[in-house]
């Protein structure tokens, strides 16, 4: 389960002298990986938390975000909730930590993709309820292109417009 | 004069499949422009925000927007150029002297079993590519190539194509597009959902209202078995308690403005709804997860034949299909469930395109395509050809059509024109299949014997091995 292969795993489980589950023996993987998964999830299941957080400053309403780790399953609708609060500005790298120690969870929140300040439009424009972008606003903003443009496909000025002709 | 630009290799989408071709074409020393209709590149994945991608690709696990921005990276420090909020509004082959071609694609591009005569404009080959296309800035302009290659992805089924009774009223949507509302624009789009299908997106979506905040009432599977990966039942439903209701559909839609409730049934081995099985539930959002088909309209207008079992075209272990310069990877080509292979699809038609781009008729021989024939128990096998003149390892990638939990072996042989075996080309044991899950193989070209005229695929089940 941790890769997309989904071998079907079985775990021998037994009580733990101290307390909760042990995991004995795990069979019918295909990789340590798998072993490793099949005792955690008898013993304390652990997800990643991939969401959104909202934007101030770009046209861009949301930012994806990850947890830099796992956190215990049974908080994880709590981590979610916790990231309403957080905010994301341009300019801002893949990679780069929003929020530290997640609810004292040990794991922070990354951003899964650039913020481009050459998106920004005035803050109003980007609050919920200013409607979705349309296509054409976007026309002017070259900077969206994350891969270089093609030499005249950035408006300017003085370019003149090609319609048919 | 509607103005005009040349390029080696013209790539159709900015996909994790159009990237991919696009960074491998421009290794290749091509000259790449990527066509894309969206602000900004990497296709769905950039609405994709949940993580699983790339662990073959790149050996981690990456949330959608940070596999596509490796690829962006790769194409950037490659110098692939792109051009984006830009749309193809056709296709055309021009004659080899520059004329038009008479609007579709012409004849002599089109290569035959036997192979044809493989060229880049020179006077006996077929002339280039033209793709007229539209942005907001430029206007129309055109854009010529030898090679092409389409990387459009899919599209998403909808409530047209699967049969509900009811009514229309607002709150029936796409997996996909409650994913880009959500994920993109930050909108909720209901407080009680209902999700039909339970194909990837949905479970993923299932998962997404509900971190989210909506209420998830249940998953309806016509089918008797999930259509989503395994991993995703676990972790998408049963970790937030959402059941998974097995041979169970929607039947009706309730509310005027807005979507009130709807009638699920349990259907019969043949799936049909059942009588007396019908139950009410309340909910203000449908959901629909009901499968996915490759987006074909501009192959069809390229002439290129479909496959009837993946929707997409027929092509070669390159993506190339019969139309000559013209290749097709990725989702565009068949539904994937990892976006690791479609880049790895995209990568193969990308070094191809900038072949044939590059080197003209001169570098490549004949094209000897040998039809990849795929028996009983497959509900398809990808690549449809294997052209024996393109040397190296040839990735295939094929489905069952049923789930085999006791194990299967696929043996595929190479046949002589006769339907002969000449050669036993690869054995490899399965210790369980499942439709939602693709399985990729390699087969070496150079282990193809000579005078092989097709390759046959079967799937033994370990039943009948044991019998």
Partial sequence: ??????????????????????????RGNACKRGEDYGRAEVVDPRRSLTSTVRTEGTRRRRLPVRTSGTVPLGRLVEAARSLDSVVARPPMKCGQVLARDLLGLGVDLVATDDLEEEGAVPAAAAKPGAGVAKPGAAAAKPGAAAVKPAAGAQPSAGAPRRGRS | MIERERRDVVVLGGGPAGLAAAVAAAEAGADVLVVEREERLGG?????????FGLVR????????????????????RGVESRLETFVHSVRREGPGGAAGGGGPAGAGR????????GSGGAAGPGPLVLTCVSQDRGVFEIEAPSLVLATGCRERTDRQVFIHGERPAGILTAGLAQYLVN?????????????????IGLIMARRLTLEGMEVEGVYELKGEPSGLSRNVRQCLEDFGIPLHLSTTVTEVHGKRRVEAVT???????????????RRVACDTLVLSVGLIPEDETALSLGLDLDPSTRGPRVDQAGASREEGVFVCGNALHVNDLADYVSESGAAAGRAAAERALGGAASRPERRLAPVKAGPGFLYAVPQYIDLSRPGPAVLYFRSNATLREGARLVARALGPGGEETGLLLKKSYAALRPPEMERIEIDVASIPEGTASVAFELERKESLRG
């Fill in chain 2, 264 to 278: 699920v049934a349990s259907v019969d081995a043949r799936g049909q709804a059942m009588a007396g099985t019908e």
């Fill in chain 2, 184 to 200: 993109v624009e930050g909108l909720l789009p209901g407080k009680r959902a209902v999700v039909l299908g339970s194909g990837d």
């Fill in chain 2, 44 to 52: 769905i994945l950039k609405q994709c925000v949940h993580d699983g």
């Fill in chain 1, 1 to 26: 389960m941790a890769c997309p292969r989904g071998c079907a795993l079985e775990v021998d489980v037994a009580e733990a002298p101290a307390g909760g589950r042990e995991a004995l023996a795990v």
């Fill in chain 2, 111 to 118: 290569a035959t079993d036997q192979g044809s005569a493989a």
């Fill in chain 2, 58 to 77: 790149f050996g981690e696990q990456l949330a959608g927007p940070e596999y596509a921005r490796r690829y962006v990276d790769l194409a950037e420090a």
